[in-house]
């Protein structure tokens, strides 16, 4: 009796420890075998849309220069026999820029006009007037200034001064889009010897059209000017700038890259992860961008796979976040 006792325990052992030695091999292959299905299934890189903002524009390109000069001139014709600025310095209000030689003065005088403007005193009171010295009347840049013993003209400008605040960009665009540009729009300016950028606004549209080269090709454009605000102490009277004029609203808009972008008969479409297999979704593409491009159908939150090369509708697949390993 005890020995059949001993033998059904025994019995009962065994197929205890046979069953623990199942369970936990079977354990094992539901932990193995789809880590195993799993290396075999195709890796991709998922991607979600992005929201990018556009502001249609113009672009333009030309040159920094002063809107208008404070001009220094007199009523009668004066040499300079010392000029203490030269073009492109800047000068403060008050500032002495040259010295008047008043013998070569009334010598130039009494050979253009004789005696007659010194019998009446009126050349004497001008020159009493005028002093001995060319003084600057506002701060800014010397655009231009006339040169020692030169005999400068009734009218004609002695000193031209430029004042920053008057800085312009006075730049060409192209006839094919020269009608998008108005008058009052605004403008994002860069300038090539500086790395601050600027704003500013259209100033006028020349009503005039001309013919310039663009390397060996002839290209019709229109002058436009466009102020140039804000602290423009760093820029110069002929430097290189180029302008984005906007014409339109800003708007936002959802982009992919190219190369999550698919194309058969049926027309665009992207491939979606939905629970851990391909799902195709048709989208329409609009504007193009540098490296992406509009898509509409999409949301922001939807996993795209990004090149799809090989995947198919319904394909089981392991995903990762684009640049992970």
Excluded: H
């Amino acid at each position: 009796m005890n020995k059949k006792v001993r033998r059904t325990k025994n019995k009962n052992t065994f197929f205890l420890i046979i069953s623990v030695v199942l369970l936990i091999a079977g354990a094992y292959l539901i932990i193995i075998i789809p880590e195993a299905l799993k290396n075999k299934l195709p890796n991709v890189a998922v991607i979600y849309p992005e929201l990018s903002v556009y502001t249609p524009s113009v672009e333009c390109k030309g040159v920094v220069g002063y809107s208008s000069l404070d001009e220094i001139k007199l009523d009668i014709p004066v040499v300079l026999s010392e000029c203490y600025v030269a073009q492109g310095e800047r000068v403060d209000e008050g500032q002495v820029l040259a010295k008047i030689d008043k013998e070569k003065t009334i010598a130039v005088l009494s050979e253009l006009y004789g005696n007659k403007g010194f019998e009446s005193g009126e050349f004497y009171t001008i020159l009493k007037t005028a002093g001995e010295q060319i003084i600057a009347q506002t701060s800014g840049v010397v655009y231009e200034i006339a040169g020692n013993g030169e005999v400068i003209m009734q009218g004609d400008s002695i000193c031209g001064i430029g004042r920053d605040s008057m800085l312009t960009l006075t730049a060409m665009v192209s006839e094919r889009n020269i009608s998008k540009v108005a008058v009052g729009q605004n403008v994002k300016i860069t300038a090539d010897a500086v790395d601050n950028s600027f704003s500013g606004n259209v100033l006028s549209v020349s009503s005039l059209a001309s013919k310039i080269y663009n390397g060996s090709t002839e290209e019709t454009v229109v002058e436009v000017e466009i102020s140039i605000d804000g602290d423009t102490a760093m820029l110069k009277s002929g430097f290189s700038a180029k302008g984005k004029i906007l014409t339109g609203l800003e708007t936002e808009f959802l982009t992919l890259p190219y190369s999550a972008i698919c194309q058969d008969e049926q027309g665009e479409f992207i491939y979606l992860v939905e629970k851990g297999r391909a799902k195709r979704k048709n989208i329409t593409t609009g504007r193009e961008l540098t490296g992406c491009t509009e898509v509409y159908g999409v949301t922001r939150n939807e996993m795209v796979i990004n090149s799809p090369k090989g995947i198919t509708e319904g394909m089981l697949i392991v995903s990762r976040q684009d640049g992970e390993e």
